[in-house]
């Protein structure tokens, strides 16, 4: 079957340095990844996309990595900032991509 | 320009109650979600919604109903409350398939069945 797997659950970083989630998916015929940010009380919300047809894209302190050959996607956040802690999700669509498989996610904490 | 709007926030419910979430948005899209959330775990499905008049079944959809008869609102029926359903329950909304769009997700509704 399908799954989504998450390396690490939690994951403390020193404010200022560089942070790097990792994210593994299984159904080689996504070809859309998107990474979701949940703080606390809230509702998740977009960060970062990529397509399948590209191996990284960058946003603001954001960076998204895809290798497809080992199925695996990582979020990079430069210069982590408090308001970085949250949840972060990587979900994964199922092979009708009328749902997605959202795992437990990694919990990223900021240490002052 | 709300985006996408949940009520109630915060529902305590008795055990065999009939409650219902309210899941309103305003950028007519017309694809809609509706997750549970369980303390430390990640989101599940429970129904989604294509378009209006068109519904189906997600991952945990024991329970519960849906109805869509206008695109811009999508509520969710717990028939018989139970325990097990205290939850906190997410609406998404996106304009294509969950996966090959971005979802936009409500504030949550967090549910206690006493």
């Known amino acids: 079957g399908e799954s989504v797997g998450l390396h690490l659950p939690t994951l403390s970083v020193q404010e200022g340095d560089n942070s790097i989630i990792n994210c593994a998916y299984s159904?080689?015929?996504?070809?859309?990844f998107i990474w979701y940010k949940q703080e606390s009380g809230k509702g998740p919300q977009f960060i970062i996309d990529?397509?399948?047809n590209m191996d990284k894209r960058q946003g603001q302190r954001v960076t998204v990595l895809l290798n497809k050959t080992v199925k695996h996607l990582s979020l990079q956040i430069a210069a982590t900032q408090p308001g970085d802690s949250a949840v972060y999700f990587c979900?994964?669509?199922?092979?009708?991509?009328?749902?997605?498989?959202w795992g437990a996610g990694t919990k990223l904490i900021i240490k002052p | 320009d709300a985006g996408i709007t949940q009520s109630p926030r915060y529902k305590i419910t008795e055990t065999g109650r009939q409650v219902t979430l309210m899941c309103h948005q305003t950028?007519?899209?017309?694809?809609m979600f509706w997750y549970r959330q369980d303390l430390g775990h990640g989101l599940r499905l429970i129904y989604y919604?294509?378009?209006?008049?068109?519904?189906d079944k997600g991952e945990v959809s024991d329970g519960y109903v849906v109805s869509r008869s206008k695109t811009e609102n999508f509520p969710l029926t717990l028939e018989s409350a139970t325990r097990s359903q205290t939850s906190v329950y997410f609406c998404?909304?996106?304009?294509?398939?969950?996966?090959?769009?971005?979802?936009?997700f409500g504030p949550g509704t967090r549910l206690t069945v006493l």
């Open positions: 979900p994964t669509s199922m092979d009708s991509n009328y749902q997605l498989i």
């Open positions: 159904n080689s015929a996504s070809d859309y």
């Open positions: 990529i397509r399948s």
């Open positions: 950028w007519s899209h017309s694809y």
């Open positions: 919604s294509a378009a209006a008049d068109i519904t």
């Open positions: 998404a909304s996106s304009e294509g398939l969950a996966g090959t769009d971005t979802q936009y």
